[in-house]
């Protein structure tokens, strides 16, 4: 059942396959990172401070797929609700434009104690925090799950087999080089970066990540 499963959803996202899920940075990006990762993922609860941070001070672009594990009950269906709020952020008029990334940040947090009936609680209390109001269903007609099963489906195209998996890459058609130490990408940027950029005076201290978390 699972190989069907995904078998249909590689079947119906074919199409997009072919570009939107090459592992590469944005348009006009000499260099980004590339995150796929997992609500409920211990280990990318542990490193997203050190991610988003290092996509910070160096000022290039982070790319991230929902990758929702299916050992993990509760995952796919916060990963739906980040839809929701990425939408939001990118309607016209928003006042606020991170607000996926801000409700990924408050269930990381909170991750320990959410559970799949508890979800939606602190899904709700993050709205409200935010002065919104979720509906009583975000995706009434699956379109927010299509969004998560494509970003699944370039999981599987690119052979992604944890969470997270973590890729620096070039614009210049190398190979996408993977960093599983996470202490070690701001130095694995700082070699990647294009010969012409001025590096800073001093190397931006890196965020340690937990180490007592293992990787799922």
Request: charge should be positive; charged fraction near 20%.
């Amino acid at each position: 059942m699972k190989s069907l499963f995904l078998a249909l959803i590689l079947a119906t996202t074919s199409a997009f396959a072919a570009d939107s899920c090459s592992v590469k940075p944005p348009a006009g990006a000499a260099l980004a990172i590339v995150e796929f990762e997992d609500l409920q993922c211990p280990r990318c609860a542990a490193v997203t401070g050190v991610v988003h941070d290092a996509a910070r001070v160096y000022k290039i672009p982070l790319v991230r797929y929902d990758f929702p594990l299916p050992i993990h009950s509760w995952s796919k269906q916060a990963s739906i609700i980040g839809k929701y709020f990425d939408h939001l952020s990118a309607a016209p008029g928003a006042k606020d434009k991170n607000l996926g990334d801000e409700y990924r940040k408050y269930i990381f947090e909170n991750q320990p104690a959410v559970t799949p009936a508890g979800l939606r609680a602190y899904a709700d209390t993050f709205a409200k925090s935010k002065g919104l109001t979720l509906p009583a269903n975000v995706d009434p007609n699956g379109e927010l799950e299509k969004e998560i099963n494509v970003s699944y489906a370039c999981g599987v195209t690119n052979r992604i087999q944890h969470t997270p998996t973590i890729f620096l890459v070039k614009n210049d058609g190398s190979a996408p080089v993977e960093v599983t130490d996470v202490d070690k990408l701001y130095a694995t940027i700082d070699t990647m970066l294009p010969k012409s950029s001025a590096k800073s005076a001093t190397t931006p201290k890196k965020k340690a990540a937990k180490k007592n978390v293992a990787q799922k």
